[in-house]
């Protein structure tokens, strides 16, 4: 397995601000992933951040609004722009180690007001 | 299009019951099946997953069969512990990383 964490654990943020949550891995990941747990529902996959390329995003979610970062093989960085209350969810990253096989960060708990 | 439905809750147990969470799949290829657990307060972990038709995938009492002329993967564990308390995630997983996960069940057992 491995040890994944994610800062801040939860945060409360004001419509029109921009958060950037981070997301460290303790080895060296090829596959790094973000999603969304909005209250209440499952999990939707925001994009996947595999490192020296571009992120690729699932329909509905864009660059422009969730700008992410993925510097090194171990760490990846997620921001959630011009927030509204509508992204009040819990994001949450997760890497693939093997027989793709993902295991989950402990989340970070977005409430905007 | 692929996805996974999940039986709704919640679900509420007395400690030593049976449990049974169903799980059926719609997928255009050959997925891998697995089951997450989500404790309060924490992030999801793996439970226990099946790779082909006829796996068994097991853990910590848990068991669930991949059945593919039923296209289904329930969740059972024959005695729950009020340890067990969480919400569990079916989910498939098609090539590309792709994963599909189901609304998830929420468990409560009872002392």
């Known amino acids: 397995s491995a040890v994944i964490s994610q800062k801040p654990s939860r945060d409360i943020c004001q419509r029109g601000t921009s958060l950037t949550i981070q997301c460290q891995v303790d080895s060296q990941v090829t596959m790094m992933f973000w999603y969304r747990q909005q209250p209440g529902q499952s999990l939707t996959l925001i994009a996947t951040?595999?490192?020296?390329?571009?992120?690729?995003?699932e329909s509905g979610f864009v660059i422009d609004k969730f700008p992410i970062s993925r510097p090194n093989l171990t760490f990846s960085t997620l921001t959630v722009s011009n927030m509204s209350p509508e992204d009040s969810s819990i994001y949450l990253c997760s890497v693939e180690l093997r027989d793709y096989e993902q295991y989950f960060g402990p989340g970070t708990r977005l409430t905007v007001t | 299009g692929d996805s996974v439905t999940q039986m709704e809750g919640p679900v509420t147990l007395s400690e030593e019951a049976f449990l049974t969470i169903n799980c059926t799949y719609t997928a255009t290829g050959y997925p891998s099946l697995f089951w997450y657990v989500q404790y309060p307060g924490e992030g999801l972990q793996l439970l226990l997953k099946?790779?082909?038709?006829?796996d068994k995938g097991s853990n910590k009492g848990f068991e669930a069969t991949y059945r593919k002329e039923t296209t289904s993967f329930h969740l059972e564990k024959g005695s729950v512990q009020v340890s067990d308390s969480a919400v569990y995630f079916c989910?498939?997983?098609?090539?590309?990383?792709?994963?599909?996960f189901g609304t998830g069940t929420s468990l409560t057992v009872i002392p």
């Open positions: 099946a790779t082909k038709a006829d």
């Open positions: 951040a595999n490192q020296g390329s571009e992120a690729t995003y």
């Open positions: 989910a498939l997983l098609l090539t590309g990383n792709q994963f599909y």
